[in-house]
């Protein structure tokens, strides 16, 4: 009898046993015969794709393994469509320069794009006139359509998919942060949760979700963030008369920017307006000719039908873009108003300076997660982001009043800009970056 | 193996003392800019410090500084120029090093904690063994620049230096003798499987593996460590037998010299806490012309003498060319297998020759003679 139930409580011990370490260490439950990744970028827009592509084409990661999350399905562009899609990024020489170093570059030039020159700006409210233009032949930067750089990014991933992997369709319901450094027993990597209930684990988790980042939430990073009563409109506008299509106008109404960018040379321009009691910005491109006098827009016989689209803008800007085995890229840890151009440029300066400093490290045999070099990122960006983003906000509110104090100062300042060449030259390089 | 004292028990009083202050002063340390705040909270919460306790110390230290003296002279009396190197009566650990480095078994991979300078110190030793190590081979797999190696971390501690070597793709085999080195070494690796599998760690001193491990090591890694053991001499024997003719061995260490002593030991371990009292000996320290005269007299060639300096403010480390407190040596095996005892063979030689020359010379006697 005494035997029997030792025999028993001997039989019921082990899985006792069992079940505490499950329970206690459920965490460990996918985890054991999982492949630890080295990088899992979380979001597959412009700036993951990007920035997972060029992980894998990184000399230095050739041994590590590497994942993107994506919780949409898998865009692919069949035969280029005739007609001109209305969300379009304008792609400054550093970020072309990012493209063109894994190869995205050649497919985006093979597709469409459409390069301009000269830019010139002017003041609703006054005679102010500012005109940027590269002396040399060099474009100040281009106009591509935002699924062109997607599908040429989607092909380069292709390429290299035996380093890494891409999940579609995957959104990541939830995150666990490891502990400041090795206590007994607690993994020390993060551990994803998907929607189908897997976990993966990663030394370092790159959030590149959008402005309204999960991971930036679940991390509980700050983010300081205001909405413009401002939504932008973009359409594609057909153009009156024939003209050689390479310079951007922008032009600073009360109401909010209006801009026109040169599409094509078939008189296609993409016309982004603000108007109406809802401010409303727009972008347009327009090509003048080698006299620097003040130029005309061109008139504009129609618009695309269906091509018109809007959305809202705001400001926003994350208080760390570090945290232990984390670190925020593109529109997770800033957003800007498109009035500048930078927003996309901006991300892909993040994936420059992110992965130099990845670099060093996988070469230097240094834990990925690491915040030591993390925080040199984070000083490298931030630094350069604050700048951009407070400009970028400090003009959209001077352009905003018609107060005759406020644009007489602004019609001195852009006159003054104007009349001094190295502070342009200097503003274009900024920018250029 | 750090440096021991009688004061092991204080010591993890103060260590206690001194950890929850100085974390919440170190974990905010990466993003202070004011090197000023930094100081001034160090000096700040020494100043707290019950000046009894601090006195106690200074006695116990000179205390053990003369016992200390007194080992190491019955020591050389016992050592004979050419020792079996086979011989497990004589060790190069230090036991007394030993107890101190228990206490501190778990604290390894605090990246902000009593170990952040080790952590910093990687930024300069990793590219220096690796460099050096690629300038003998003739191209490396990209990605992994040191696969193929076999890598012998000496008094590895934590894993601090061993987890980046094999991260670059080398095999490593890493030996502490303190048991909870090893354990808290083991733990941290056994959670990524890369690591798992190309890492290897033993507590054993070199002596016990010298036998079985004779010239399979490409590198031998001996960091901060050789200003820890007893017998210097014997230790750098043990490395040249493990290694490969041909193969490197990187040491990193502390001068001996007034400035060592000051900023090292008073400044670094009294004042400022940067490294735990008690960790260093000074008398233990080696200056890199006495390193250099035993790395050449046991067949190793010295390649590289580089200076390095630590700024606490910031944390960091750099290359200098002032060796007089951290330096690091890169020596080289040569590939001519070289006899143990030379000293023997110039001996026997000149005796062989002193016969040539007495034949010859009975010779020439004799023909003059005729």
């Known amino acids: 009898m005494a035997a029997r139930l030792a025999r028993i409580r001997w039989g019921t011990a082990p899985a006792a046993a069992r079940r505490g370490p499950l329970v206690s260490c459920r965490r460990w439950a996918g985890a054991s015969s999982d492949t630890v990744y080295d990088v899992v970028v979380s979001g597959g827009g412009l700036v993951g794709a990007a920035m997972a592509c060029a992980l894998g084409y990184d000399i230095h990661f050739c041994d590590k393994k590497i994942l993107l999350l994506e919780a949409g399905p898998k865009k692919v562009l069949g035969k280029l469509p005739e007609t001109y899609s209305n969300r379009v990024s304008s ?47 060099d474009d100040m930067g281009c106009i591509v359509e935002n699924n062109v750089i997607m599908h040429a990014l989607t092909k380069q991933l292709e390429a290299v998919s035996d380093r890494v992997t891409v ?15 090795s206590m007994a027993d607690s993994s020390p990597w ?44 973009v359409a594609t506008l057909h153009l009156s008369e024939a003209t050689e299509n390479n310079v951007a106008w922008q032009r600073f109404l009360p109401s909010g920017p209006i801009a026109l960018l040169p599409w094509s040379d078939a008189n296609h321009t993409d016309f982004i307006d603000s108007a109406g009691s809802m401010l409303q910005y727009a972008v347009a491109f327009l090509k003048p000719t080698k006299i620097s006098a003040r130029q005309l827009p061109p008139s504009v016989a129609r618009v695309d039908a269906k091509s018109r689209i809007l959305f809202p803008l705001g400001l926003g800007h994350a208080a760390e873009y570090v945290r232990p085995r984390l670190a925020l890229i593109g529109d997770a840890a800033h957003r800007v108003h498109p009035l500048a151009g930078q927003g996309a440029n901006m991300g892909f300066g993040d994936i420059s300076s992110l992965l130099h400093h990845l670099r060093t490290a996988a070469f230097n045999g240094k834990d990925l997660g690491s915040m030591s070099h993390l925080t040199a990122y984070e000083t490298d960006r931030q630094r350069h982001n604050t700048a951009l983003l407070a400009a970028t906000d400090l003009l959209k509110r001077l352009y905003s009043t018609s107060a005759a104090p406020l644009v007489l100062l602004r019609t001195w300042g852009l006159q003054a800009t104007n009349a001094v060449s190295p502070l342009k030259e200097q503003i274009m390089a900024f920018a250029s970056k | 193996m750090w440096g021991g004292r009688k004061l092991s028990s204080s010591g993890s009083r103060f260590l206690g003392a001194h950890r929850s202050p100085f974390r919440g002063t170190q974990a905010d340390c990466p993003r202070l800019t004011t090197s000023a705040a930094y100081s001034k909270n160090q000096l700040s919460w020494t100043l707290q410090i019950k000046p009894s306790v601090f006195s106690e110390y200074r006695s116990m230290c000179f205390k053990s500084y003369s016992m200390t003296f007194a080992c190491l002279n019955r020591m050389k009396s016992y050592s004979l120029p050419w020792t079996r190197p086979y011989s497990t009566s004589r060790t190069t650990v230090d036991s007394s090093e030993v107890k101190t480095f228990l206490a501190l078994a778990h604290r390894w991979w605090d990246e902000q904690g009593v170990y952040a300078p080790l952590h910093s110190m990687n930024d300069l030793r990793v590219p220096f063994i690796r460099d050096n190590l690629l300038k003998t081979v003739a191209d490396h797999q990209p990605g992994k620049p040191l696969s193929g190696m076999k890598i012998l971390d000496v008094g590895c501690g934590g894993g601090l230096l061993t987890e980046p070597l094999g991260r670059l793709g080398a095999s490593v085999i890493g030996i502490d003798p303190v048991d909870e080195n090893i354990k808290t070494a083991q733990h941290h ?14 507590a054993c001193s070199l002596e016990k593996i010298v036998e079985e491990t004779a010239e399979t090591f490409d590198a031998v890694v001996a960091s901060e460590v050789v200003e820890h053991v007893i017998d210097l001499e014997m ?5 040249c037998q493990v290694l490969k003719p041909g193969g490197s061995l990187f040491i990193t260490t502390i001068n001996k010299t007034q400035l060592s002593y ?20 000074w008398e233990k320290f080696v200056s890199p012309e006495k390193l250099e005269s035993i790395l050449e007299s046991n067949g190793l060639s010295v390649q590289t003498v580089a200076g390095m300096l630590y700024n606490p403010f910031s944390g960091y480390w750099h290359w200098s060319k002032n060796t007089s407190l951290n330096y690091a040596a890169h020596a080289v095996k040569s590939s001519i297998q070289e006899h143990p005892a030379p000293a023997e063979f110039a001996l026997k030689e000149e005796t062989e020759e002193v016969r040539i020359e007495t034949s010859t010379n009975s010779g020439v006697h004799e023909e003059l003679k005729k």
């Not at chain 1, 497919?107 to 005679?127: G, K, L, P, T």
Request: net charge positive.
């Open chain 1, 91 to 137: 792609i400054s020489p550093g970020s072309a320069t990012l493209l063109s170093s894994f190869g995205a570059w050649d497919h985006i030039c093979n597709m469409r794009y459409r390069a301009f020159r000269r830019m010139q700006v002017w003041d609703a409210c006054s005679e102010a006139l500012i005109m940027f233009d590269k002396d040399n032949l």
């Open chain 1, 167 to 181: 999940l579609y369709k995957s959104k990541a319901v939830s995150y666990t942060w490891p502990y400041p450094f």
């Open chain 1, 190 to 233: 993060v551990h994803i949760t998907l929607g189908d209930g897997s976990i993966l684990q990663t030394k370092l988790l790159i959030g590149a979700d959008g402005h309204n980042s999960g991971v930036r939430q679940a991390a509980g990073i700050q983010n300081v963030s205001w909405n413009y009563d401002q939504s932008a409109v």
């Open chain 2, 189 to 202: 690796k056994s959670f990524d499987p890369v690591l798992d599998k190309r890492i290897e760690y033993r």
């Open chain 2, 235 to 239: 230790f750098i024997q043990c490395c």
């Open chain 2, 262 to 281: 000051a900023l090292g030991i008073v400044f670094s371990e009294q004042i400022a806490g940067i490294v735990p009292k008690g960790t260093h000996t």
